[in-house]
């Protein structure tokens, strides 16, 4: 696959982060790197005799995708995608509006579709997410636009945890409520 079109422009990459609210799912202008972690619980057991304990599992801990989400500003249409990204993405820090008597709701729940990258099963690469943080990285190596004030490259440094509806998770079904 080529990164840019026949005038140079940069190719959209079947990448999305779908952000409820935002009218267009957002595609990133590069490849952005995308690291995974997750860990794993397990509890000592001593046991008399033994020189070291049995461990036992406990639980998994959080799945965590940290992304470096890389932007480039071309011409006036990349700007304002940039700027709507740039907005996107700072919403998913913050409390939405509540209904009825409550006086917010919480962050946005997110999706991510990268492929195989992000898959959470066999069925959909698509997964659910929140953002946890983050940080934008406003280099002054670059040319700046007068207007904004943001340069033509900058970062955004995301970090998302993937989250489950609760139809989704094992042994729901034997749940009483």
């Known amino acids: 696959m080529k990164s840019t079109d026949q005038q140079g422009l940069l190719v959209p990459i079947n990448c999305t982060i779908t952000i409820p609210g935002v009218d267009e799912p957002l595609q990133p202008f590069v490849l952005p790197e ?29 799945r965590i995708f ?19 990204q740039l907005n996107a993405f700072r919403s998913c820090a913050y409390p939405l509006q509540g209904s009825g008597s409550a006086p917010y709701a919480p962050p946005p729940i997110c999706t991510i579709d990268c492929g195989e990258l992000c898959r959470s099963d066999n069925s959909s690469t698509e997964v659910c997410v ?48």
């Not at 972690?37 to 509890?43: I, R, T």
């Not at 461990?55 to 801990?61: M, R, S």
């Not at 040319?143 to 995301?158: G, H, N, R, V």
């Open 34 to 62: 995308i690291s995974e972690s997750k860990s794993v619980n397990y509890a000592g057991e001593v046991v008399l005799g033994r020189s070291f304990p049995i461990k036992t599992f406990i639980d998994g801990g959080d």
């Open 66 to 84: 940290n992304m470096t989400w890389h932007v480039v500003i071309m011409d006036s249409d990349s700007l304002d995608e940039a700027v709507r």
């Open 130 to 177: 929140i953002l946890r943080n983050y940080s934008v990285t406003y280099p002054t190596v670059y040319a700046w636009d007068e207007d904004t004030l943001l340069p033509y490259q900058f970062d955004i440094s995301l970090s998302w945890e993937v989250v489950f509806s609760t139809s989704e998770l094992p042994g729901q079904d034997m749940i009483i409520v």
